[in-house]
């Protein structure tokens, strides 16, 4: 009886029953060292896997810089002894030191010895009016400025006088006052617009004498395409002087031919009127 009493406590304490509070499950913790393990296992992965990541980084560039120093670096090395090879010729034959600082300087000697010479031919004042008024007129007609054309205009009225009044002057002789005045003020304003031209074509051709003195082998061909549009600006300056001179020598020889056609017609009328005088 006191066995069965015994075993049955026994059963008690392992298997709960239904009158009885379930007991606590037992949860399996790991031990001490093994976690300690992991953690460690855990640290070496990652510190060996990026120095295993920068080593072949390294390999990859050690291979390319091997490659660059035994493949491209002996073509490279080709290379830079044929250009030195063609530099040399540039300096020795094609266009050598000596010559070209001997040209330099030559260039150099001659714009200091005849730049201010010419400059002075081209701007020398050449007035020689008296009076005020046509010292004025001559004054716009030196100043090389294309904006003093108005007042060129306003200064030939007063110096050379207006057109008559219409009952003071016949239509005919009205007529031929105002195309020659047109065509003498046409020409002055010319004139005026060739100066200003001329000053461009001087400083162009400065500029151009400035860049030769300091030029290099192979600006040549660029300096001479400069010097044709130069070239070409100074052709057209001057196409137009032509032009305007033709212009006045048409209407010089125009107005010597009206003259003609006047005398005859006054011949004609007065050989009318002597006709008539002798039929009476």
């Known amino acids: ?21 379930p007991p606590q499950r037992l949860v399996s913790r790991p031990r001490p060292k093994k976690r300690l393990m992991i953690a460690v296992l855990t640290v070496a992965s990652a510190v060996a896997l990026p ?4 080593a072949q980084f390294l390999s990859v560039f050690d291979s ?3 490659s660059i120093q035994s493949d491209i670096g002996s073509s490279l ?13 540039y300096q020795t034959t094609v266009a050598p030191l000596a010559a ?8 150099a000697t001659s714009i200091s010895s005849f730049r201010n010479q010419m400059n002075q031919v081209f701007t020398t004042p050449f007035t020689s009016a008296v009076t005020p008024g046509p010292q004025q007129f001559e004054s716009i007609l030196h100043s090389r400025l ?21 009952n003071t002057a016949s239509p005919q002789d009205r007529v031929m006052m105002d195309m020659d005045d047109a065509l003498g003020q046409q020409n002055l304003k010319t004139t005026l617009v060739a100066d200003q031209g001329q000053d461009l074509i001087l400083q162009t051709a400065n500029q151009m004498e400035n860049q030769v003195a300091v030029s290099t082998p192979g600006s040549n061909p660029y300096l001479t395409a400069q010097a044709q549009v130069a070239n070409l ?18 209407g010089r020889i125009a107005h010597d031919n009206v003259l003609v056609k006047r005398r005859t017609t006054v011949t ?8 008539g005088t002798l039929t009476r």
């Open 100 to 107: 070209l600082n001997q040209a330099r300087g030559f260039v």
């Open 77 to 89: 090395s080709s290379v830079n002894q044929i250009m030195q090879q063609v530099t040399k010729l």
């Open 233 to 250: 600006r100074c052709q057209a300056y001057m196409q137009m002087m032509i032009a305007a001179e033709l212009r006045q020598e048409a």
């Open 64 to 66: 390319i810089f091997s």
């Open 1 to 21: 009886m006191n066995e069965e009493t015994n075993s049955n406590e026994q059963i008690l304490n392992v298997v709960p029953s239904a009158e009885s509070e």
């Open 146 to 166: 294309s904006t003093q054309i108005p007042s060129l205009q306003t200064s030939f009225t007063s110096n050379y006088g207006a057109i008559p009044q219409a």
């Open 51 to 54: 120095t295993l990541g920068h």
């Open 268 to 275: 004609g009328g007065i050989n009318s009127l002597i006709t």
